[in-house]
């Protein structure tokens, strides 16, 4: 039960703040100027850039351990397909968001503002499809340990 607690919320709240970037924070940043912008996103880019591969990595930590407990459950395939989407995020975020984070995060001059605000825009892009994926990940794994 208080692994299930906190795998709840370890996800959730993960998820919930990836969401939130998409959703909330990302179309609030595109109505500032340029300057304002940048600022804002190298901030962003620099704490969540920080955080978030931990919080990834220990959200998959808790789906494998769930996953291997529950093995011979009736609904063990969704734990194991949420753990598997969490890991292709991982390996997909690494390849194609982290360098353009990076990017973003290190920026120090508004000389590059075009490319920067290009960057984000790419980033913002394909870091909806990992919005999705986590969420579906996450409704497996819930559906899987509360069996309904």
């Given at each position: 039960?208080?692994?299930?607690?906190?795998?709840m919320v370890c996800i959730g709240l993960m998820t919930r703040v990836e969401?939130?970037?998409s959703a909330f924070i990302n179309p609030v940043l595109w109505k500032l100027d340029g300057s304002a912008q940048?600022?804002?996103i190298r901030l962003f880019a620099g704490r969540l850039g920080f955080v978030m591969p931990f919080w990834y990595g220990l959200s998959l930590a808790f789906l494998l351990v769930e996953t291997f407990i529950l093995r011979n459950r009736p609904r063990a395939l969704f734990l194991a397909i949420a753990s598997?989407?969490?890991?292709?995020?991982?390996?997909?975020t690494l390849i194609f968001l982290v360098p353009i984070n990076k990017r973003l995060a290190l920026l120090e001059s508004l000389a590059a503002l075009d490319t920067a605000l290009s960057d984000h825009r790419r980033w913002d892009a394909r870091h909806r499809v990992r919005v999705a994926a986590p969420g579906?990940?996450?409704?497996?794994?819930?559906?899987?340990?509360?069996?309904?």
């Open positions: 039960m208080v692994l299930n607690i906190a795998a969401f939130a970037v940048m600022q804002a598997c989407i969490w890991a292709v995020v991982i390996v997909l579906a990940g996450m409704v497996l794994f819930l559906v899987s340990i509360t069996g309904h």
